[in-house]
């Protein structure tokens, strides 16, 4: 406590500026906090005296509403033993936030001489991000620490940048240039003599992910000119924010609740769709079949992964590994099935994102979708070597296989 009397003076003066304007408790979601969650990022860079990261968003929410989510080092979402601290913190009045302050010092043994790197901040297009980053830069800086304000930014872009900063750059470039020119190299890689010319007509939720698709574009053309036989490939935006609400009537929260389209597209037969949500780390995808709108959902998106990675893998001969599909009790029982018929491995955990990803860390390569469109695959970093080891040995005498470029 008597460390941090030193910042309670910054603590006072940033206070008034931002009061908390609803009396009532708050629990810790995937969705985040409004309240002091610049001194709760601080005290995390202190802690793990790395590189972290703080999203201003609240996903496929109404325009109304606003939260902040907290980035972990390797581009994780904040780790569970520390929500704890976040309701704390943000249910503590202010007369009690240095005590509050103290507390989490105390538990986790946190240095405050220690000078973090700068605190990454991004943010979505809502009306009331600006003012939340405002009160979150405030936060930080009386704690005496630094940050970075990256403007408006997808949620995933943010996560890229934080994990590049901690791996030297060996992920990428921690640059909005850098991720997508990663997407897009892997992407031309992967749809290499896919077929003919295509295009992806694509709901933007009015969001911030409808503003980034241009540079999506041109990263996509710039890399296809290294790829032999890459087919064109364009997209075409749909609620793109330049009229319209954010995530009303359109958006992946939409499409899958509602089993229909979202507003301001009007399905073809053969052309294929997909949808965002507002700060764009949800994707479904949907067609027109018959005369009803078939969704491929985050369950449908798990089982394609999961064959195609079991597939690469029976190609490359690798044997051993341990891998699984991890999913929700909310999960499609036919997807379950599905991939259990195919002798792999499927693991239930709680709705949320989190448990997912802690689930994924016990095996070598984990494929793990939530139905509404939250994804994502973990490989063991060895267990990654290796493939790509095998897939260049591969590619030397392949004639047709998934790594075959002629």
Same mark, same amino acid.
């Given at each position: 406590?008597?460390?941090?009397?030193?910042?309670?003076?910054?603590?006072?003066?940033?206070?008034?500026?931002?009061?908390?304007?609803?009396?009532?408790?708050?629990?810790?979601?995937?969705?985040?906090?409004?309240?002091?969650?610049?001194?709760?990022?601080?005290?995390?860079?202190?802690?793990?005296?790395?590189?972290?990261?703080?999203?201003?968003?609240?996903?496929?929410?109404?325009?109304?509403?606003?939260?902040?989510?907290?980035?972990?080092?390797?581009?994780?979402?904040?780790?569970?033993?520390?929500?704890?601290?976040?309701?704390?913190?943000?249910?503590?009045?202010?007369?009690?936030?240095?005590?509050?302050?103290?507390?989490?010092?105390?538990?986790?043994?946190?240095?405050?001489?220690?000078?973090?790197?700068?605190?990454?901040?991004?943010?979505?297009?809502?009306?009331?991000?600006?003012?939340?980053?405002?009160?979150?830069?405030?936060?930080?800086?009386?704690?005496?620490?630094?940050?970075?304000?990256?403007?408006?930014?997808?949620?995933?872009?943010?996560?890229?940048?934080?994990?590049?900063?901690?791996?030297?750059?060996?992920? &990428? +470039?921690?640059?909005?240039? !850098?991720?997508?020119?990663?997407?897009? *190299?892997?992407? /031309? %890689?992967?749809?290499?003599? $896919?077929?003919?010319?295509?295009?992806?007509?694509?709901?933007?939720?009015?969001?911030?992910?409808?503003?980034?698709?241009?540079?999506?574009?041109?990263?996509?053309?710039?890399?296809?000119?290294?790829?032999?036989?890459?087919?064109?490939?364009?997209?075409?935006?749909?609620?793109?924010?330049?009229?319209?609400?954010?995530?009303?009537?359109?958006?992946?929260?939409?499409?899958?609740? &509602? +089993?229909?389209?979202?507003? !301001?597209?009007?399905?073809?037969?053969? *052309?294929?769709? /997909? %949808?965002?949500?507002?700060? $764009?780390?949800?994707?479904?995808?949907?067609?027109?079949?018959?005369?009803?709108?078939?969704?491929?959902?985050?369950?449908?998106?798990?089982?394609?992964?999961?064959?195609?990675?079991?597939?690469?893998?029976?190609?490359?001969?690798?044997?051993?590994?341990?891998?699984?599909?991890?999913?929700?009790?909310?999960?499609?029982?036919?997807?379950?099935?599905?991939?259990?018929?195919?002798?792999?491995?499927?693991?239930?955990?709680?709705?949320?994102?989190?448990?997912? *990803?802690?689930? /994924?860390?016990?095996?070598?390569? $984990?494929?793990?979708?939530?139905?509404?469109?939250?994804?994502?695959?973990?490989?063991?970093?060895?267990?990654?070597?290796?493939?790509?080891?095998?897939?260049?040995?591969?590619?030397?005498?392949?004639?047709?296989?998934?790594?075959?470029?002629?």
């Amino acid at each position: 406590r008597f460390e941090m009397e030193r910042f309670a003076k910054g603590i006072a003066l940033a206070a008034p500026h931002h009061p908390k304007k609803l009396d009532k408790h708050f629990d810790y979601g995937t969705a985040g906090f409004r309240d002091k969650m610049g001194l709760l990022a601080a005290l995390r860079a202190k802690s793990t005296k790395k590189e972290v990261g703080v999203v201003i968003t609240a996903s496929h929410n109404p325009v109304e509403d606003n939260g902040v989510k907290l980035i972990d080092p390797m581009g994780e979402m904040l780790a569970m033993e520390w929500e704890s601290h976040a309701r704390n913190l943000a249910n503590a009045k202010d007369d009690s936030i240095v005590g509050e302050l103290a507390k989490i010092v105390e538990k986790e043994s946190i240095d405050l001489n220690f000078d973090p790197p700068k605190i990454r901040i991004g943010m979505d297009t809502r009306p009331s991000s600006p003012e939340l980053s405002k009160a979150l830069q405030d936060g930080i800086l009386a704690l005496q620490c630094q940050f970075e304000n990256l403007g408006e930014m997808a949620t995933p872009q943010v996560h890229f940048i934080v994990r590049c900063l901690n791996t030297n750059c060996l992920y &990428g +470039q921690p640059t909005e240039s !850098g991720y997508f020119k990663k997407l897009a *190299k892997a992407f /031309c %890689s992967l749809n290499q003599s $896919a077929g003919p010319d295509s295009i992806l007509y694509v709901d933007g939720a009015n969001g911030v992910g409808a503003k980034k698709l241009p540079l999506f574009q041109t990263s996509i053309a710039e890399a296809s000119a290294e790829v032999p036989n890459f087919s064109k490939f364009d997209i075409v935006a749909f609620n793109d924010g330049t009229q319209g609400k954010l995530n009303e009537r359109c958006g992946a929260d939409y499409v899958k609740t &509602g +089993q229909c389209p979202p507003e !301001g597209i009007v399905m073809e037969p053969g *052309k294929r769709y /997909c %949808s965002f949500d507002g700060d $764009a780390d949800r994707i479904l995808f949907f067609f027109q079949n018959q005369k009803s709108c078939q969704i491929l959902d985050g369950d449908r998106i798990a089982c394609l992964l999961t064959d195609y990675i079991h597939e690469m893998l029976t190609y490359l001969e690798i044997e051993g590994l341990s891998i699984a599909a991890v999913m929700t009790g909310y999960s499609n029982g036919n997807a379950v099935n599905y991939l259990k018929k195919k002798n792999i491995r499927v693991e239930i955990v709680p709705t949320g994102v989190k448990h997912l *990803k802690k689930k /994924c860390t016990e095996f070598d390569v $984990a494929i793990a979708y939530e139905a509404n469109g939250h994804g994502n695959m973990v490989v063991r970093e060895e267990v990654e070597r290796k493939i790509e080891m095998m897939a260049q040995e591969k590619e030397k005498y392949c004639r047709g296989g998934p790594f075959c470029t002629e």
